[in-house]
């Protein structure tokens, strides 16, 4: 110990006993650039001639929007139900960086941009939604809602005309004002109900109609999405069966609409974003279509939600994946650097091609919306939706236990990709109700069986496991089977996958993914080796 001496200050401690020196240590994966580190996602892009997403994806690398996608979690939103007098108000307050977050989504046209501007402009959103959900996922959900309201708002041409226009307009103008009052609008979905769930037909909230045409809505749901937003799409029962309605949370003349937020969900995950429960106490809506032709509306926005499920899991896979590359590239063990080991590079060359196979698959779901390919969309839509959701919680697992114990402590930030994983696959019909509406489509449009198998078709001859794998969902598509169901639509997807990787990847890509997927029974990552594991992880490292 250093003996004391008049006028030594604690500087004057000698630094021999220091214990805390950092190595070994992968520094922030901040201001890297996703879209460099993308090859699925560039060739899709130049297959279509995008090529104005850099900003965005610079902007979604940046440490700035990271950081904002930590805090808008770790401060999650606050329901407020009384004002400091007692008057009732409903509001949810969030976080700065939940706005700093909406903002840059609506600033970039990933809200309902798209159904105002010309070709390719649904493509370019699908892009830079699954971009800049690899930012922060939860608030892609209002996002995502406002997009999916228009098409199912169209059913009712004059609300459309209305409404439309401030949904579609490219600014963020939040809080609770008369719709006319504000420059832009958001949309939510309010169709659970405690009782049914996904069988909406169960539910029992009542519409009764109004001398002037409009219809007064009692009941409770029991999940509402983005409860803040200024109008929603609801099922109600109405005198001529399940009818869909047009809610908004303020009146033209400036009043509340009779409609109470419970309380907000405790979540696994997305705690950025607020989940209600809700009570519409004789609340004021606008009839949407017809009257018992609620779920043909609502079906419109459904298909569109689900979309972004596909894209929102695949983005999730590919952060994980960018955030577990860049650490086996700086962490060393064993003498070795992670990324030199023969395991560990099979292991990520294998969350590589569930990364690739992902989003080239949901980017041509994208580009079939943009094309209006109905038939093809009613059968490969919920597959995918069923497949690649379900597969993000394995691969985002996998990629966090890279990063060993690092990747289990909440600064890694990998615990929150981990417990958002599931909900794409929960949200817009969980797994058995996804897969069912396969055998639905298919006894309703055959139509739709030949849109799959011409396309399909095209990669037929590339390699003997995929021709296998194409005469069994043959089989499957001919014969379905309620039990059968969920086998269906894994081999759809996977087959689809392989399809566009045959024709839009490196040949040693769609080799290793139909290796790896349709030759072999092993179903852990990294089990089954792949040739050229290297190339495959240099391919998607971020630099």
Request: charged share 20%; aromatic share 6%; hydrophobic share 45%.
């Amino acid at each position: 110990m250093c003996a004391y001496a008049p006028g030594m200050t604690l500087i004057d401690e000698p630094p021999a006993f220091s214990t805390h020196r950092v190595v070994n240590q992968a520094p922030p994966l901040d201001g890297f650039d996703p879209l460099a580190c993308d090859p699925a996602l560039r060739s899709a892009l130049d297959r279509h001639g995008i090529d104005d997403l850099a900003a965005l994806a610079l902007q979604a690398g940046s440490a700035e929007a990271r950081e904002h996608g930590r805090l808008a979690n770790e401060h999650p939103p606050r329901l407020r139900t009384h004002d400091r007098y007692g008057h009732r108000i409903d509001e949810v307050e969030f976080h700065p960086s939940w706005h700093w977050l909406m903002a840059r989504a609506v600033d970039h046209g990933l809200h309902a941009a798209p159904w105002a501007l010309g070709p390719g402009a649904h493509l370019r959103r699908a892009a830079g939604f699954y971009l800049w959900s690899q930012a922060e996922a939860g608030h892609g959900c209002p996002i995502s809602m406002t997009y999916s309201a228009v098409p199912a708002l169209r059913y009712a041409p004059a609300l459309a005309g209305q409404y439309e226009p401030k949904l579609t307009a490219g600014s963020y103008d939040f809080g609770l004002r008369a719709p006319a009052e504000k420059s832009a609008l958001l949309a939510g979905m309010s169709m659970t109900e405690k009782q049914g769930g996904s069988d909406v037909r169960a539910n029992t909230t009542t519409a009764e109609p109004l001398a002037d045409g409009t219809y007064r809505i009692v009941g409770h749901k029991w999940f509402t999405s983005a409860p803040m937003n200024d109008l929603f799409l609801t099922l109600a029962q109405a005198p001529g069966g399940l009818s869909c309605f047009l809610v908004p949370r303020v009146l033209p003349d400036g009043s509340r609409n009779e409609i109470r937020i419970q309380r907000l969900k405790d979540k696994l995950g997305n705690k950025s974003n607020a989940s209600a429960e809700i009570e519409y106490a004789g609340a004021l809506g606008h009839l949407v279509g017809e009257e018992g032709r609620g779920v043909r509306c609502i079906i419109e926005m459904v298909s569109m939600t689900r979309l972004d499920c596909v894209l929102g899991s695949a983005a999730n896979i590919r952060i994980a994946l960018s955030e577990a590359a860049h650490h086996v590239r700086h962490r060393s063990a064993f003498g070795h650097r992670l990324a030199d080991l023969p395991l560990m590079q099979n292991v990520l060359a294998d969350l590589a091609l569930e990364s690739e196979a992902a989003t080239t698959l949901a980017m041509r779901l994208a580009a079939a919306v943009e094309a209006g390919e109905r038939d093809l969309l009613r059968l490969a839509l919920p597959a995918a939706k069923f497949y690649v959701c379900k597969r993000a919680p394995a691969a985002v697992a996998e990629a966090l236990e890279c990063l060993g114990g690092n990747g289990y402590v909440e600064e890694s930030g990998m615990p929150r990709l981990y417990r958002e994983a599931p909900l794409s696959s929960i949200w817009e019909g969980s797994g058995n109700v996804t897969a069912l509406d396969l055998l639905r489509a298919l006894a309703k449009q055959p139509s739709t069986k030949d849109a799959l198998m011409s396309e399909l078709d095209t990669a037929c001859g590339a390699d003997p496991a995929y021709d296998d794998a194409v005469r069994r969902l043959r089989g499957e598509l001919d014969a379905p089977a309620p039990e059968r169901a969920r086998a269906l639509a894994e081999l759809l997807a996977l087959t689809f996958q392989a399809s566009l990787l045959f024709r839009h990847a490196p040949t040693a890509v769609a080799a290793a993914f139909v290796a790896t997927r349709l030759a072999t029974a092993n179903h852990t990552f990294g089990a089954t080796p792949i040739s050229g594991a290297r190339a495959l992880l240099d391919r998607v490292t971020p630099t």
